[in-house]
């Protein structure tokens, strides 16, 4: 899918693009004119309460629903314009964590993750050497066969990975990937989008309800030669491209890198960080 | 409680997604990408599945026929067109109703459970994100395997309600074998059979249709399943009872 000419927006060195969005669903307005960018290569990690619309910003991406008002532009493309049909060409382009993995639970491990390729019809023998790469990325090629209902939370989460990453999209879109999680289960998740950030320096939208889960991915990069995720030391001299959105009321309050975060002086901010208030 | 203006907006909503979705898959069948073996294997579940209750349903439909006739005919001495009646009832009526009637109980709740729970674990919402439109691959195979099966199960049921309603004559009644099925087929024109088999085109038609909107427009978790199953076959059922008024009206106009 080429980048349609004549767009006023920069869409080439930014995947998505939110101008002025605004959604209500039943009279509750949750997205108020919120605009943002996500760069290239970029990772954004969006916060806010329960029923912020953090969620709905990546279905919003995707156009699995439609904004009321305003344009979002992903990979050069206005979602808002374009038909269901022609949204499947796109969404091809991009893969989605969902925040209860959304497995489906009558196929195995191996048609899960291969659902792209099943349905492009590739070749078997390609789908299976894929699935089992993907499937070591996350670490869990021994449920090449299990069915979802075999698996645990965590494990369910990992698959949801693999099949995301399985035909590298250009875009990665999180729905609170450590949700319901024990931290030792998160951190295991957080650290493989951090592989999947530093080693395919892929383009990311994050949702978390866990403060520490954006701290981590701003403050650690993946090591290769490790294959376990490093603190940055000293002061951030490696530039992790990952930057927070914070929403409120439906509008973004903050949408800045981990650095301006921990300068900022809004209250509600400072209370959402469990910062000590500015005297 | 919702005011009337608003409960008759969501009607007239609901009628248009329901209108949508059925004629988007009667389009799909004609556009690719086709999952023919996605409608194989939904032809068996919902076609060889339900075989053991429509040969039930049929079998024990054409016996109580048969005795419910006999006790009508004997008064007149007219207990020798049994066969004649019994052929003509289940045909034209009570093989295509009742055969979709048990039908719609099982296959249309259970599509309504299926895609229902897939609605509520975000799996519809996985698979439009993966790129793969559902009505394609959901809701087309099931309209497709239901509307062709259902065909061939109303034709079973005929067969098996007539040899009900022969053991009945035969067994309890004592009429000669030859007399009961010659009866039984002479009465049969073209167009009682025409209007016998085409009945469950629409009927399966209606099943699938209102199993796959009604999963496919579930909202509220676990609960909400269970109410889009009930409300799948209540609205399957009335329709196929109202759809076939019609169709016989149209149908007895045109041959009369």
Redesign the interface.
Same mark, same amino acid.
């Given at each position: 899918m080429d980048i349609p000419e004549n767009l006023l927006t920069d869409t080439v060195h930014k995947a998505i693009i939110f101008e002025d969005v605004a959604i209500s669903f039943e009279g509750n307005q949750v997205l108020n004119g919120i605009s943002f960018e996500l760069k290239r290569g970029e990772t954004k990690i969006l916060l806010g309460i329960a029923g912020a619309g953090k969620s709905t910003i990546l279905k919003l991406c995707l156009g699995l629903i439609r904004p009321d008002r305003g344009h979002i532009y992903v990979l050069g493309h206005d979602v808002t314009a374009m038909t269901e049909e022609q949204l499947f060409d796109l969404r091809s382009k991009i893969g989605i964590v969902f925040q209860e993995s959304a497995l489906f639970d009558s196929l195995t491990v191996r048609d899960n993750v291969a659902f792209r390729l099943l349905e492009e019809k590739l070749p078997e023998q390609e789908i299976d050497q894929r699935v089992r790469e993907a499937l070591r990325f996350v670490e869990l090629e021994r449920t090449f066969n299990m069915f979802p209902s075999e698996l645990s939370g965590g494990m369910r989460r990992r698959v949801g990975i693999a099949r995301a990453i399985i035909t590298q999209p250009e875009i990665l879109l999180y729905d609170s990937p450590t949700g319901g999680l024990d931290p030792i289960t998160s951190t295991t998740i957080i650290e493989l989008i951090m592989k999947q950030r530093d080693v395919n320096k892929s383009t990311s939208l994050l949702v978390s309800h866990r403060l520490q889960d954006g701290f981590m991915l701003a403050t650690h990069y993946y090591d290769a030669q490790t294959n376990h995720m490093q603190a940055i030391e000293g002061h951030i001299a490696r530039d992790l491209h990952t930057t927070f959105l914070i929403l409120k009321d439906g509008k973004v309050i903050f949408d800045a890198t981990v650095a301006e975060l921990g300068k900022v002086t809004d209250p509600y901010i400072r209370e959402f960080l469990y910062l000590e208030p500015v005297s | 409680m919702a005011s009337p203006t608003l409960a008759l907006k969501r009607n007239m909503a609901a009628a248009q997604d329901y209108y949508i979705l059925a004629a988007k898959s009667v389009v799909n069948v004609f556009r690719r990408?086709r999952y023919i073996a996605d409608a194989i294997q939904q032809a068996d579940l919902i076609g060889v599945g339900s075989l053991p209750i429509v040969v039930l349903t049929g079998m024990f439909t054409g016996m109580v026929l048969s005795l419910q006739s006999a006790n009508t005919l004997s008064r007149f001495g007219q207990l020798p067109v049994i066969g004649q009646l019994v052929s003509l009832s289940m045909i034209r009526e009570l093989g295509p109703v009742l055969t979709s009637l048990m039908v719609a109980g099982r296959n249309a709740s259970g599509m309504a459970s299926e895609l229902g729970s #897939?609605k509520v &674990?975000?799996?519809i =919402? /996985? #698979?439009? /994100?993966?790129? &793969? =439109?559902p009505s394609k691959k959901l809701v087309t195979p099931r309209v497709m395997a239901t509307t062709f099966m259902l065909f061939f199960l109303t034709i079973i049921s005929d067969l098996v309600g007539l040899i009900g309603g022969y053991l009945i004559a035969f067994m309890v009644l004592g009429m000669d074998s030859l007399q009961y099925w010659n009866s039984a087929y002479q009465a049969l024109s073209f167009d009682d059979v025409f209007m016998g088999l085409i009945k469950p085109v629409f009927f399966g038609f209606i099943i699938s249709t209102v199993g796959c909107y009604y999963g496919l427009s579930t909202t509220g978790g676990t609960q909400g399943v269970g109410r889009s199953t009930t409300q799948a076959v209540v609205a399957a059922s009335i329709l196929i009872l109202v759809v076939n008024v019609f169709i016989t009206k149209i149908l007895l106009g045109s041959i009369r």
């Open positions: - | 990408p #897939m &674990t975000e799996q =919402d /996985a #698979m439009r /994100a993966l790129g &793969t =439109d």
